[in-house]
């Protein structure tokens, strides 16, 4: 049971720890911070993580996005793999300008997870 990241957030949060690949290379990136989030309609990875991968973002496609202030704001979409609780996930992923990425119902909703909010921990719970 993966303890909430308290570092960076306050209250403590469900932070994954998540691998991204780029289909068409081999180089993979391990370990990056997802914020488990199931009011967010997408996932969104962060821009380092793109670059560290060699993964060229198209210039054309965008996407708007709204904050919780009300802000928006136009992000490109790349096309990569995910894996979380050893399962792929291949598709369009937004790119933003964060240390942490969020995982959205797109992925979530292919997923049972526990939030227990009271041991500050999450799981993934057993398909039925």
Known sequence: MPAYERNGFDP???VARVAFRDGTHATVCEDVPMLIDSGADVSLVP????????????GRKRYEIEGFDRT???????EIEMTFLGRLFRGNFLVV???VGILGR???NALSLLLDGPRLAWSEM???
Not at 47 to 58: A, K
């Open 106 to 108: 797109n992925v979530l």
């Open 47 to 58: 821009r380092h993580v793109i670059e560290l991968l060699g993964t060229s973002i198209p």
């Open 12 to 14: 403590p949060a469900p």
């Open 72 to 78: 928006r704001s136009l992000v490109p979409v790349v």
């Open 126 to 128: 057993p398909a039925r």
């Open 97 to 99: 300008d964060a240390e």
